[in-house]
Each structure stands twice: as structure tokens, then as C-alpha cells.
């Protein structure tokens, strides 16, 4: 019940930014289809403004991307033509291609992904409570391509420009700090890795919300604590412009591990007491 209690709060916080506004929808794409992102800028070799060479398709569109779909698996199929994801048959079981992130809204999009809506509406405002997937980073890349770039952000909630997820060589050492991917390694059973972005370099461990201990509360806000259980309030500090929504989506962590990261985590994080 507490969990669920938590929740609502959330969503009511992420209701209330949605209506205060968001990112401004990219342009439609200009250029040849298939062929240029909706800046005019060319895609890399082996792209097409519906796919990646990784795998990832997407529906609909300015680019009319349907027919790059197979087996007519657009997901929730748009009336107003918009963008959508495609997600034929074996997608969600593909280590390439996107799965329902485990806590909902991309609380924990794992390292090396970005988050975004699989079924954006051009006559709504971008929607914090609706970055639903999680996925490879291609899919950034394809939003982009189709003028959906507003509806794509990293993994640490900042606003996506489309900047490369950075790649680092060394893992710093932080005493209390567990950080992960690429060269920081993996985390023990229990905790996700989440947060790469190019705001911050290195991905944290944090408590996996799904499933949670009886009785702890995993989802909270920045300002409004409402975790238990030894944990505490922990959100990214991001760009100015995706703050606010990087706020409502806090995620309860043990309170040692979110002390030590609004301190020393490279980028910068908060930690709610």
C-alpha cells in the first residue's frame, strides 16, 4: 500500500509538470527519406530514417515508415500518423531491441540506453510520465531523424541532443561509490546499472525496484521523501531544461550509496534525506 501510495504521488507530481509544459517538439524532416535527420544532417552508412542496422524500426511518421515494419506489428497504431514503435514478434526478447524498462517509466534504464515514448502524439507536449521504453541508444537517433527528438531522453532524464553516450576507458575509484558499465564492470544481484549520458559518464548502482522488499518504498520525488527501509531520495542533476522531470522520477536507493553520489558522482546527483 505504501508503495502504491508512493506512486500516485509521483504520477500526480508528473501530471502537474506535463501541465506546466516541456521540451518543444524537433522539426519535421526536410531532407531525402531515408537518407537525412530532420536538421538535414545525413544518418550514418546503413541507415534509413525507419531503421538501424542494429535492429531498430520505427512506424509511421513524416517518413511514413510502415511498410519498414514487418508483420504489421506498429505498436498502438496512430490516427494521426505520428510516430510509433515497431515491435514485431520476438522484439521483446531481442538483447537489441527494447523491453518494457522493470520499473516503469524508465526509473532504470539500464546502461547504455536511452528512454522514450513508444507511441508519441504530435498534439500533445512531450510527456515526462510517458517515457515508458527503454532501448538502444539507435532509437534516439531514428526519433531524431523524424523530427521526435523531443520525445527521446538518456538515461539519467537529461534532454536528448543527440550526442553519442560516452565511452570510457578507466573507472575512477570513489570510496561508498558503486559505479558500473564499461570499464566500472557489472553490479551485484539486487541493483540495476543505470544513469550513462553525456551529463554523466559513468552509470550507478541502484537498488532494483522491481522486485522490492516487503514494506520498502522504491519510488519517490526530489523534495518530498517518502522512502523507508535505510534508503533515501536519489535523482540526477541534468541540463536546466529536464531538471524538473528528472526530479519526478527519484528512485529510493540505500542512503549510504545516494549520500556519497550528491557528493562525488561524476556529473552530479541530489539525494533527498
Excluded at 517515457?131 to 534532454?159: K, M, Q, R
Aim: with cysteine; hydrophobic share 30%.
Amino acid at each position: 500500500m505504501q508503495r502504491l501510495t508512493s506512486l500516485w504521488y509521483c504520477a500526480l507530481g508528473c501530471v502537474a509538470l506535463a501541465a506546466c509544459g516541456g521540451a518543444i517538439l524537433g522539426e519535421q524532416s526536410s531532407g531525402d527519406a531515408g537518407v537525412t535527420a530532420s536538421d538535414g544532417a545525413a544518418l550514418p552508412d546503413g541507415w534509413t530514417a525507419c531503421t538501424s542496422p542494429n535492429g531498430a524500426i520505427v512506424c509511421g511518421g513524416p517518413q511514413q515508415c510502415d511498410d519498414a515494419c514487418p508483420d504489421d506489428s506498429c505498436l498502438n497504431a496512430n490516427s494521426d500518423g505520428g510516430l510509433r514503435l515497431c515491435d514485431y514478434p520476438g522484439a521483446s526478447s531481442s538483447p537489441v531491441l527494447p523491453g518494457l524498462d522493470p520499473s516503469v517509466d524508465c526509473h532504470e534504464c539500464e546502461d547504455g540506453n536511452v528512454c522514450f515514448d513508444p507511441a508519441p502524439r504530435l498534439w500533445m507536449k512531450p510527456d515526462p510520465i510517458a517515457f515508458i521504453s527503454c532501448g538502444i541508444p539507435d532509437y534516439g537517433t531514428l526519433y531524431e531523424a523524424n523530427g521526435y527528438g523531443a520525445y527521446v531522453s538518456y538515461a539519467d532524464h537529461s534532454t536528448y541532443t543527440g550526442a553519442p553516450l560516452p565511452v570510457e576507458t578507466t573507472c575512477p575509484q570513489i570510496q561508498g561509490l558503486p559505479l558500473c558499465g564499461g570499464p566500472c564492470g557489472g553490479c551485484p544481484t539486487g541493483y540495476a546499472c543505470v544513469g550513462r549520458s553525456p551529463l554523466h559518464p559513468y552509470s550507478l548502482c541502484l537498488n532494483d525496484a522491481i522486485p522490492a522488499p516487503p514494506d520498502v518504498t522504491v519510488y519517490c520525488f526530489r523534495g518530498v521523501n517518502h522512502c523507508n527501509g535505510g534508503r533515501a531520495c536519489f535523482t540526477f542533476k541534468v541540463d536546466d531544461a529536464a531538471q524538473l522531470a528528472a526530479d519526478q522520477k527519484g528512485i529510493c536507493i540505500d542512503q549510504s550509496i545516494c549520500e556519497v553520489a550528491a557528493a562525488a558522482l561524476p556529473g552530479g546527483a541530489y539525494c533527498t534525506p
